[in-house]
C-alpha cells in the first residue's frame, strides 16, 4: 500500500517562508519520480515542481527563484521550501508520486499515487 502523507501548510503573511514536506511509504522511494502541485479555489490543479530520477528537478515559472524543491532518500521525504510567499501562491498543495513522472495536461493533472493535501494561505 503507498502513502504520501504531507505536512508542513499554514498561514502566513506576504514575503513569509514555509516548507512543506511529503514523507513516502509502502514502496521503494527513490525509485519514483516525486512533485508538488497546488490548486487554488476555483482553479485548475498545476504542476509547481518536480523531482525526477538521477536527481535532477524542474521548478514552474511562476515560481522559480523563490521555490526550491529537494528530497532526502534516507527519509523517503520530499521536500518543497517556499519563499517570498505571495497571495497568489494560496493553495492546497498536493504530493504525487509516479514511475513515469505525475504531470499535467489539458486541465487536468495525472499521477498514480496522491497525498491529502496541506493548505497554504498567504495573505
Known amino acids: 500500500h503507498v502513502q504520501l502523507v504531507e505536512s508542513g501548510g499554514g498561514s502566513v503573511q506576504a514575503g513569509g517562508s514555509l516548507r512543506l514536506s511529503c514523507t513516502a511509504s509502502?514502496?521503494?522511494?527513490?525509485?519514483?519520480?516525486m512533485g508538488w502541485f497546488r490548486q487554488a479555489p476555483g482553479k485548475q490543479r498545476e504542476g509547481v515542481a518536480r523531482?525526477?530520477?538521477?536527481?535532477?528537478?524542474s521548478i514552474a515559472d511562476s515560481v522559480l527563484g523563490r521555490f526550491t524543491i529537494s528530497k532526502d532518500n534516507a527519509k523517503n521525504t520530499l521536500y518543497l521550501q517556499m519563499n517570498s510567499l505571495k497571495p497568489e501562491d494560496t493553495a492546497m498543495y498536493y504530493c504525487?508520486?509516479?514511475?513515469?513522472?505525475?504531470?499535467?495536461?489539458?486541465?487536468?493533472?495525472?499521477?498514480?499515487?496522491w497525498g491529502q493535501g496541506t493548505q497554504v494561505t498567504v495573505s
Open positions: 509502502g514502496y521503494t522511494y527513490s525509485t519514483y519520480c
Open positions: 523531482s525526477v530520477r538521477g536527481g535532477s528537478t
Open positions: 504525487a508520486a509516479d514511475g513515469n513522472c505525475p504531470y499535467c495536461s489539458g486541465g487536468g493533472c495525472y499521477g498514480r499515487h
